[in-house]
């Protein structure tokens, strides 16, 4: 099952290195895309392409903020193609409105993050062509799912460290700079509830590995893990039951947000 992000400007780059396709809610290209783009009729109406790493532009022509444009997109996605792809939405430094929506929260603080201001699309093209790098940064999405399957805390540690470890020397082979930074990922009741079902008796909410992660663990390296309930505001690709409701990146202000 191939991967779809559904990105705001800034983070496009970043996405490409996590995703199969990206889809951009913007209409201009950065500077550093020397490639023309073209139309990608297969997709979505308007829609344009960068074939080298599937890259696409969006014209979002509905009135409403950023964050409701892209869980349209991501709905829409959902609708012609859900079967087939997972469809995550991205985001760059957006707060978490509280609503009504049951969720959860997963956070590695402080881990090695890609500064998408000092990534070329020429590093992005390399590095997806480097199919064991790639593999080992994209599997880091996985992260609380494998933890979870573990049968206790101290395995569950070894899992993510491992992980992290994996992810930090995909990297470090290409060269990427990063900063210390956060990234959460939401998921619905649902998604975590289907989760648990199938992992082992251990990880049970409320049971030793997950009531570890709810109070705070710190990994080799100083990487923090953080998992919280939250009712939150929807913000697309709840329907996708496969996947992560969304992913953040930056989120400087985590503990504010979350408290």
């Known amino acids: 099952m191939q991967s779809i992000a559904?990105?705001?400007?800034?983070?496009?780059k970043r996405a490409a290195l996590m995703f199969d396709k990206v889809f951009l809610i913007d209409v201009k290209l950065h500077p550093q895309a020397l490639i023309t783009r073209q139309k990608n009729p297969d997709w979505l109406d308007g829609a344009?392409?960068?074939?080298?790493?599937d890259l696409s532009f969006i014209n979002e022509q509905q009135?409403?903020?950023?964050?409701?444009?892209?869980?349209?997109?991501?709905?829409?996605?959902l609708a012609a193609r859900g079967a087939n792809y997972d469809v995550v939405p991205v985001y760059k430094r957006v707060a978490i409105q509280d609503g009504q929506t049951k969720a959860y929260i997963a956070a590695l603080e402080t881990i090695p993050v890609v500064i998408e201001e000092h990534l070329s699309y020429e590093q992005v093209a390399e590095f997806r062509r480097d199919?064991?790098?790639?593999g080992n940064y994209r599997a880091l999405r996985t992260w609380l799912r494998d933890g979870l399957a573990a049968c206790g805390v101290g395995e569950a540690k070894e899992i993510i460290e491992r992980k992290i470890e994996d992810y930090t020397k995909s990297?470090?082979?290409?060269?990427?700079?990063t900063s210390r930074d956060y990234i959460q990922i939401v998921y619905d009741d649902k998604f975590i509830k289907r989760l648990l079902a199938l992992t082992s008796?251990?990880?049970v909410l409320g049971?030793?590995?997950?009531?570890?992660?709810t109070a705070g663990v710190y990994l080799t390296g100083g990487v923090g893990l953080v998992f919280l309930e939250r009712k939150i505001k929807a913000c697309g690709g709840?329907?996708?039951?496969?996947?992560?409701?969304?992913?953040?990146?930056?989120?400087?202000?985590?503990a504010k947000q979350l408290g």
């Open 6 to 12: 559904v990105v705001t400007p800034g983070v496009e």
């Open 131 to 134: 199919h064991e790098a790639c």
């Open 201 to 203: 008796g251990a990880a």
């Open 171 to 177: 990297i470090q082979k290409h060269g990427l700079e």
């Open 48 to 53: 344009t392409f960068v074939p080298d790493f």
């Open 238 to 254: 709840e329907k996708n039951d496969h996947s992560e409701i969304a992913i953040i990146y930056d989120a400087k202000k985590l």
């Open 207 to 213: 049971g030793p590995i997950m009531a570890a992660l």
């Open 63 to 77: 009135e409403g903020e950023l964050f409701e444009a892209v869980g349209r997109v991501a709905e829409s996605l």
